[in-house]
Nanobody, 127 residues
């Protein structure tokens, strides 16, 4: 059974930093591209960042470019999202997700492409 479990969320002041982790089990982690998405109240789920299966490439939403960093550890089966210079508009439930990667450069910014999802974790940025 595949499980993705997020941790590290909570409350932070604007301008602060936070690191999210997502521990994966039940899948061959290094064969999957990993992504982070978020959903704020009343809004659609949106793409945040993705990393290819061996970390060759990373991609970011324009809204987080230069502030967030996605990384992964294929030994620990974990993907991370380092968030700096947080803004109140970053407040959302953050989800990690896994998509089967048929080749090393495969990635997707589309939520529907992802096969597995975590339960989500709340990140709240106060002004």
């Amino acid at each position: 059974q595949v499980q993705l479990v997020e941790s590290g969320g909570g409350l932070v002041q604007a301008g602060g930093s936070m690191r999210l982790s997502c521990a994966a089990s039940g899948l061959s982690f290094s064969n999957y591209a990993m992504g982070w998405f978020r959903q704020a109240p009343g809004r659609e789920r949106e793409f945040v960042a993705t990393v290819t299966r061996s970390s060759e490439y990373t991609y970011y939403a324009d809204s987080v470019m230069g502030r967030f960093t996605i990384s992964r550890d294929n030994v620990k089966n974990t993907v991370y999202l380092r968030m700096n210079s947080l803004k109140p508009e970053d407040t959302a439930i953050y989800y990690c997700a896994a998509v089967w990667a048929p080749h090393s450069s495969f990635h997707s910014r589309t939520a529907d492409a992802y096969h597995y999802w975590g339960q989500g974790i709340q990140v709240t940025v106060s002004s």
